[in-house]
């Protein structure tokens, strides 16, 4: 069986005991420490910490979340635009890890000047932008580290080795969140979810505790990122250009590639498919705690309960996810997924304070709070399994010489439409009034991502 490493079946070209072995499987495990440094930002920053705390120093939880929505939607456009392009700048000059470096530091700055977001003089324009520039970084970065997928391991085994990773960066996000909870983050009373004043002397009346995510989520990447950068080596590309000449040449390349992609009908029709299944995950991860804050009322530590629950589903279900991969392919995988969450996008509309699926409750009642547990519990599981099983789909359906191009244009299949899912969350918030209404656009997102799923090969059109 395996977990965070290698298996070792008969008749597999795989390293055997000594120096290769432990090679490969400090390869491997550096490799996973990308998922672990980088997941704060999604479940500290963009779902169940910071996110919460922009709605209670705005005030008004649509008003925030559309904020948040056009802020998400115009950091996805750039991501969109120049990732196929950095993607194929790279795979001509073989440098994957000179921009990995770059965006890790666009990464550590852009988190850690949240820290600048007291209540007392909150722009909601100025926090959008550093935070934008934290997300770049970390999309950008993700790009270019999932290429790396396929030189870690024979096909076979990618499928675990990719759940794996997602289950390791899971349990990362469990642990900052946990620290947040209960040391830093403070409630109405000034406290911890423990009932103790922020850790460091930090003041809870300017809310230092719960803006101490930035440094945080900057100082967990930094540091657990050094496995990656002392562990990971990129493989000697023989045909390399300069930086220059690739910039030169990866346009004109690209164009070509996009041109040909319409006959590529398998690749066509994945990245097509991801594009929405991805961008409605997306909306669910993005939404979530700024949803629960306003429907339901719940203070940062409730969302933060909610959140280790929903990534403790997520590590559980992307492990097994990925076993399921490598013995049944990806495809599987990402349709019972997208089957799930496209009936949890349902559900959440009929969860408020005053009712749960139709049925009236009184103001005292957990029953609202129970539900959407559940939920998010089901919101980890499914969306754990579904990013594992859809990057190991990623490297079927790419050429091998061209895979961080193709991974770029992963990149670009999730966010050319990502600000579909954040927009017109924003837009039918706006319209309606109403949090509940204003995430029904994620029911047709999940749904058009399933129809087109039934022309995906599960191996591409390449001959294995």
Known sequence: MLLFGLDRGKGRNRPRWGAKMDSAKKRIWGWYFFDWASQPYN???????????????????SAAQSIW????????????????????????????????????????LGAWMLWYSAPANFNVWS???????????????????????????????????????????????????????????????????????????????????????????????????????????????????????????????LKSSLRQLPSQK???????????????????????????????GWQTTQVGIFGILAALTGAIFAWLGGKADSRFGPKPVIILNVLVLTAVAVAVVFVSRDSVFGVSVGPESKLPDIAFYVLGALIGAGGGSLQSSSRTMMVRQAEPEKMTEAFGLY???????????????AVATDITG????????????????????????PDGERIS
Do not use: H
Request: hydrophobic share 55%; aromatic share 12%; glycine share 12%.
């Open 266 to 296: 398998s690749l066509f029709n994945y990245l097509l498919s991801s594009m929405f299944y991805r961008d409605a995950l997306n909306g669910m991860y993005t939404f979530g705690g700024i949803y629960a804050a306003g429907v339901l």
């Open 434 to 457: 109403s949090q509940q209404l204003g995430v029904t656009p994620l029911i047709g997102l999940f749904l058009i991502g399933l129809v087109l799923l039934l022309w995906v090969k």
């Open 127 to 253: 926090v959008m932008i550093w935070f934008c520039i934290g997300l770049i970084g970390m999309e950008f970065a993700t790009t270019f580290t999932n290429a790396i997928l396929p030189d870690l391991a024979p096909k076979e085994d990618l499928g675990r080795i990719s759940g794996s990773g997602w289950a390791f960066g899971y349990l990362g996000g469990i642990v900052a969140l946990v620290i947040m909870l209960l040391l830093l983050a403070e409630g109405q009373n000034g406290k911890t979810l423990i009932g103790i004043s922020p850790i460091f002397g930090l003041d809870p009346e300017t809310r230092e505790g719960t803006r101490a995510v930035g440094p945080l989520t900057a100082i967990w990447y930094a540091v657990f990122m050094i496995p990656y950068f002392l562990w990971v080596r990129e493989p000697k590309k023989a045909d390399a250009v300069s930086i220059q000449e690739a910039i030169r040449s990866a346009w004109p390349e």
């Open 43 to 61: 479940t500290l920053l963009l779902t169940f910490i910071f996110g919460p705390y922009v709605v209670s120093v705005v005030g008004d939880g």
């Open 411 to 425: 990149a670009l299949s999730g966010k050319a439409t990502s600000f579909i899912a954040p927009l017109a969350i």
């Open 69 to 108: 929505g056009y802020g998400i939607g115009a950091a996805g456009i750039l991501i969109a635009i120049l990732s196929p392009l950095l993607g194929a700048v790279a795979d001509k000059a073989g440098g994957r890890m000179g921009f990995i470096w770059l965006f890790s530091i666009m990464y550590v």
